[in-house]
């Protein structure tokens, strides 16, 4: 299977834990970006690596959300002292550098908080 | 700022007819592009079809097609002959400018129901 993987696929979770979860883009595309999408909604932009570098992550929900791209292949985001409201689907996408390239995205990690 | 809109929450449609989601966006960037991507049950979101807003001709890629309207700022998914493995979310999104390269800004989606 050559496309975006996640793991884990499910998370439950009580609240005040911290979670992570683990991304492995297409292995020749250099960029990388984490969504959240919530029930009824699209996903929502929330940060971007080129490589290793993080070029945007102002969107990032709160300084509880952080993400890491360490070598540039895989990519992590951790969630600490999670909050009810973080129960969402969090999705992983990947694409090549080019303005009209589109992503791939992977079949996410949903995420329960109790 | 930019702002994408999906109007049908809903629709149905029998199997082997077309079906038309709405889309319409708004933006002050002379240039973008505009995506359609499927979420099925599993929580994929598949990649169908883009549009760029210099592109001469509509978007087609097999039974997708785009009814791109640039003045009424409008890029509707036309898929023809529906099947029932179409029943899915289907969400529009347009490029989105970061500071270097880009996101997408999704719209809310329309989930599709394909009957036999």
């Known amino acids: 299977d050559t496309g975006v993987s996640q793991d884990p696929r499910h998370k439950i979770t009580k609240r005040g834990q911290n979670v992570t979860f683990r991304c492995d883009p297409i292995s020749e595309h250099n960029r990388l970006y984490w969504y959240r999408q919530t029930l009824g909604q699209g996903p929502e932009f929330l940060t971007y690596?080129?490589?290793?570098?993080?070029?945007?992550k102002s969107r990032l929900l709160s300084d509880r959300f952080s993400a890491e791209r360490p070598k540039g292949s895989f990519s992590t985001l951790e969630i600490q002292r999670t909050e009810q409201g973080d129960s969402a689907m969090y999705l992983c996408?990947?694409?090549?550098?080019?303005?009209?390239?589109?992503?791939?995205f992977g079949q996410g990690t949903r995420l329960t908080v109790v | 700022a930019q702002k994408i809109t999906q109007t049908q929450p809903g629709m149905f449609v029998q199997e082997k007819e077309a079906v038309t989601l709405d889309c319409t966006y708004d933006t002050s960037d002379p240039s973008y592009g505009l995506f359609w991507y499927k979420q099925p049950s599993s929580g994929e979101m598949i990649f169908l079809i883009y549009?760029?807003?210099?592109?001469?001709q509509n978007a087609t890629e097999g039974r997708y097609s785009l009814n791109f309207q640039k003045a009424r700022k409008s890029a509707n998914l036309v898929i023809s002959a529906s099947q029932l493995g179409d029943s899915a979310m289907y969400f529009c999104?347009?490029?989105?400018?970061?500071?270097?390269?880009?996101?997408?800004?999704f719209g809310k989606g329309t989930s599709l129901l394909v009957t036999p």
């Open positions: 549009q760029g807003s210099y592109d001469q």
């Open positions: 999104a347009m490029r989105e400018p970061l500071r270097s390269g880009y996101a997408l800004n």
């Open positions: 690596f080129q490589n290793e570098a993080q070029l945007e």
């Open positions: 996408a990947s694409s090549s550098t080019g303005l009209n390239t589109e992503a791939f």
